[in-house]
C-alpha cells in the first residue's frame, strides 16, 4: 500500500542553525509532493508545493527538494527561529482529488 | 484569502448524542471539501470527499451512516456524528479546495473540531 514516513523522533536545533526534515514514499510515483505546517490544535496551513519535474523549490527561509528516484523529500530551514517550532506535515497527491498525510515531524527550535 | 472556519471548536457531550460540524470556505467557493480524523502523534486520516450537491464519498473503514456527511452549497459542508461513542473522540479537521479545481492545488484547512465524548 501507499505510504509516506516522517521522522517520528523529534527534531531539536538551536537557533539560527538549517532545520532538515525528510519525507519518503513508496509504492507511488506522485506527480507533486506538499508540504505543510501544523500547530498544536489547530489545522495544517500549506507552505509548498514541488511538482515531480522539479527538483527544488524556495520561498522565502524556505527550501525542498523532490528526488523521484530515492522517492524522497527534504525540507529545510534556513536560520531557524523559535516561532518556526511546529510539526511539518508531508503529503502526496494519490490520484484526482485525494492526497495522504505523514505523521509529520515535531521541530522545536531553542532561542 | 482561502480562509476555512470550522465550527466548533471544541465539543463535550454524553455519550448517544449526536454532534454536528460545520465547515465553511468564508471568501472562496469549494467545490469539493475533505473530513480528516486524527489522533496524537498521528497523520490525517481521510474519512470522506464532498462535492458540492452530490453524495460524499466514503473512505473504506469509514460508516456513512454513523459520521454524515452533506455539502449543501459552495461555501458549507456539515460533518454530523450520530449517536456519538467515547470512541468517537478525536480531533476532526475540514479542509476545502477552490472551485475550477486542479490537480496541484493545496488544500485549506480548517482550524479543527476537539470532540470529546463522556
Known amino acids: 500500500s501507499q505510504k509516506i514516513e516522517q521522522n517520528s523522533e523529534a527534531l531539536n536545533i538551536q537557533e539560527g542553525k538549517t532545520a532538515t526534515l525528510t519525507c519518503n514514499y513508496t509504492n507511488y510515483s506522485p506527480a507533486y509532493l506538499q508540504w505543510y505546517r501544523q500547530d498544536p490544535g489547530r489545522g495544517p496551513v500549506f507552505l509548498l508545493l514541488i511538482r515531480e519535474n522539479e527538483k527544488e523549490k524556495r520561498k522565502e527561509r524556505l527550501k525542498v527538494t523532490f528526488d523521484t528516484t530515492l522517492k524522497q523529500s527534504l525540507f529545510h530551514i534556513t536560520a531557524s527561529q523559535p516561532a518556526d517550532s511546529a510539526t511539518y506535515l508531508c503529503a502526496i497527491n494519490t490520484g484526482g482529488f485525494k492526497t495522504i498525510f505523514g505523521a509529520g515531524t515535531r521541530l522545536f527550535v531553542k532561542a | 484569502g482561502a480562509v476555512v472556519s470550522q465550527h466548533p471548536s471544541r465539543v463535550i457531550c454524553k455519550s448517544g448524542t449526536s454532534v454536528k460540524i460545520e465547515c465553511r470556505s468564508l471568501?472562496?467557493?469549494?467545490?469539493?471539501m475533505f473530513w480528516y480524523r486524527q489522533f496524537p502523534k498521528k497523520s490525517l486520516m481521510l474519512m470522506a470527499t464532498s462535492n458540492e450537491g452530490s453524495k460524499a464519498t466514503y473512505e473504506q473503514g469509514v460508516e456513512k451512516d454513523k459520521f454524515l456527511i452533506n455539502h449543501a452549497s459552495l461555501t458549507l459542508s456539515t460533518l454530523t456524528v450520530t449517536s456519538a461513542h467515547p470512541e468517537d473522540s478525536s480531533f476532526y479537521i475540514c479542509s476545502a479546495l477552490a472551485e475550477g479545481f486542479y490537480s496541484n492545488q493545496p488544500q485549506h484547512f480548517g482550524d479543527g473540531t476537539r470532540l470529546s465524548i463522556l
Open positions: 471568501d472562496f467557493q469549494a467545490t469539493t
